[in-house]
C-alpha cells in the first residue's frame, strides 16, 4: 500500500512526534486525529505503518522524506522577467541567474544570444576568483552589414567588446567560444537563397553539471528585469548532463570555435 497521497508536512509531522516520543506506539488513528491529521491520512498511516516500532518506523520516515524532497529539488520550475499574474508562484530570473552563478562550485557553461549586463555577469567572476571553475560562455556575433569587416574582424571586434564592456574585470577570463556562421554571410549551393545567416539564439545555463536553466531571456538588464520572459530551472542532473553533452559535441566538432 502506497503514501503516495500523504503529504511531506504530514510525513515531517510524524517523524517529530515519534523522534521526540509524543505518540504511543504503534500509532493510533485517534492519537494522529487528535493531533491535526485528516481522518484519512491518519487512517492510511495506520494501515501502512502501524506495526512499526519506534527506529524501523523513524528510518521508513526518513527514506520516504528524503525521497519527497529529491523529487522536490528535481521538480521543473517556472522562471519569469516582467509582470505577473496574481499568486503566480513562478520564480524570478534575475534572482536565480545570480544564485547559479554565485553557488557553483566546478563549472559554469553559459550560452547567449545577447551578453550586455556586467553586474549579471559578476557574481560569476566573484566565483571564479574564490573557486578554480571551468567557465565557458557561447557568444553569438553581432555585426552590421557594411562594416567594413571580415569574419574574423568581426568576431575579433565582437570578443573585444565583450571583454571590454560586459565581462566584470581583466584578470580573470572565461573562456568564449563563437559560431563562426554567425560572423557573416555563409554560401552554400543547396540552399534556395545560396546561401543564409545564422544566429546562435540559444539561452542556456549549466551549472556544475547538476543544475540547468534554459529559457527566452538574454543576459541584459531588460531581459532579467522587464521584458516578459519565460524559462525552466531544473535541477536534475541527468537533464544538465544532456544540455551539456550537447554544448560539448559542438564544440568537439568544430561548429563551435575558442576565440579570445
Not at 528535481?74 to 552563478?101: C, H, K, N, Y
Not at 554565485?102 to 545577447?114: D, I, K, N, P, T
Request: glycine share 8%; aromatic share 6%; net charge negative.
Amino acid at each position: 500500500m502506497s503514501l503516495v497521497g500523504v503529504s511531506r508536512a504530514s510525513l515531517g509531522h510524524l517523524h517529530d512526534w515519534v523522534a521526540q516520543a509524543k505518540l504511543d506506539l504503534p500509532l493510533v488513528g485517534l492519537d494522529l486525529r487528535e493531533r491535526g491529521l485528516e481522518v484519512d491520512v491518519a487512517e492510511l498511516l495506520v494501515r501502512v505503518l502501524g506495526e512499526l516500532s519506534r527506529e524501523p518506523l523513524l528510518a521508513v520516515l526518513d527514506s520516504l522524506i528524503g525521497e519527497r524532497d529529491r523529487a522536490e529539488r528535481q521538480r521543473p520550475r517556472l522562471l519569469w522577467t516582467g509582470p505577473e499574474a496574481p499568486g503566480s508562484a513562478a520564480l524570478d530570473t534575475r534572482v536565480q541567474l545570480i544564485e547559479m552563478f554565485a553557488s557553483a562550485r566546478e563549472s559554469v557553461f553559459c550560452a547567449g544570444y545577447v551578453f550586455d549586463d556586467p553586474s549579471l555577469l559578476r557574481p560569476l567572476y566573484e566565483a571564479m576568483c574564490v573557486e578554480p571553475l571551468d567557465v565557458a560562455l557561447v557568444l553569438n556575433i553581432q555585426w552590421t552589414k557594411g562594416d567594413g569587416l571580415d569574419r574574423d574582424g568581426r568576431i575579433a571586434a565582437h570578443v573585444h567588446e565583450f571583454l571590454e564592456r560586459v565581462w566584470p574585470a581583466r584578470d580573470l577570463a572565461p573562456k568564449l567560444y563563437v559560431d563562426p556562421r554567425t560572423a557573416g554571410w555563409n554560401p552554400d549551393p543547396d540552399h534556395p537563397n545560396r546561401g543564409y545567416y545564422a544566429s546562435m539564439h540559444a539561452k542556456a545555463v549549466v551549472v556544475d553539471a547538476q543544475r540547468c536553466i534554459v529559457g527566452s531571456a538574454n543576459f541584459t538588464d531588460a531581459g532579467t528585469t522587464r521584458n516578459i520572459e519565460a524559462g525552466v530551472l531544473l535541477r536534475n542532473e541527468e537533464f544538465a548532463r544532456a544540455v551539456l553533452g550537447q554544448w560539448r559535441g559542438l564544440i568537439a566538432n568544430g561548429v563551435l570555435r575558442r576565440v579570445g
